[in-house]
T-cell receptor
Framework: EVQLLESGGGLVQPGGSLRLSCAASGFTFTNYGMSWVRQAPGKGLEWISA??????YYADSVKGRFTISRDNSKDTLYLQMDSLRAEDTAVYYC????????????WGQGTLATVSS | DIVMTQSPDSLAVSLGERATINCKSS????????????LVWYQQKPGQPPRLLIS???TRESGVPDRFSGSGSGTDFSLTISSLQAEDVAVYYC?????????FGQGTKVEIK
């Protein structure tokens, strides 16, 4: 059974940093691209970053502030979030990509990051 | 970026009746290599992550009830729930994966009338 478990969310002040983790199990992690998708409170879904075959992709809204990475030996995906802004407040989901295509067949339960003073 | 626009933003349908959600993309999503449309539909219930319902515009995922169907091609797509059940109350999103960055529609909230 595929499982994705996010952690690392919390309350941080504007300008601060958070590091999110996503522990994966139930599939061969190294074989799949992974993404982070966020959802601001009461709003829709926004793709923000992906990592696939060593290539990194970012939405313009987070480029230069967020860094995606993965440790295949630990089956874990990461998102380093720096220079956080109030508008980054959201539930952050990690999602497993369908091989070769940019849509998602499994999602974690999400972790809430709140940026506020 | 491709803009995905869903309509309506919300709809209320009686139990057992049909619900139809539309999704329009700002450019064609038809892959010439396989003649398929690179669009998916998700269902998101309160407090839960999205669930993949349909891929390639019309291919129902394993375990998805057959009352859910997807149709359309090019730039205009629809998700239909043929006979609305109480457990179908949710927000539904379309997503294009034709090109990067992948983009989502704004969501359509389905409620019981």
């Amino acid at each position: 059974e595929v499982q994705l478990l996010e952690s690392g969310g919390g309350l941080v002040q504007p300008g601060g940093s958070l590091r999110l983790s996503c522990a994966a199990s139930g599939f061969t992690f190294t074989n799949y691209g992974m993404s982070w998708v966020r959802q601001a409170p009461g709003k829709g879904l926004e793709w923000i970053s992906a990592i696939n075959s060593g290539r990194l992709y970012y939405a313009d809204s987070v480029k230069g502030r967020f860094t995606i990475s993965r440790d295949n030996s630990k089956d874990t995906l990461y998102l380093q979030m720096d220079s956080l802004r109030a508008e980054d407040t959201a539930v952050y989901y990690c999602a497993k990509e369908v091989m070769g295509y940019g849509y998602f067949d499994y999602w974690g339960q999400g972790t809430l990051a709140t940026v506020s003073s | 970026d491709i803009v995905m626009t869903q309509s309506p933003d919300s709809l209320a349908v009686s139990l057992g009746e049909r619900a139809t959600i539309n999704c329009k993309s700002s450019q064609s999503l038809l892959f010439s290599s396989n003649n398929r449309n690179s669009l998916v539909w998700y269902q998101q219930k309160p407090g839960q992550p999205p669930r993949l319902l349909i891929s390639w515009a019309s291919t129902r995922e394993s375990g998805v009830p057959d009352r859910f169907s997807g149709s359309g091609s090019g730039t205009d797509f629809s998700l239909t729930i043929s006979s609305l059940q109480a457990e179908d109350v949710a927000v539904y999103y379309c997503q294009q994966y034709y090109t990067s960055p992948t983009t989502f529609g704004q969501g359509t909230k389905v409620e019981i009338k």
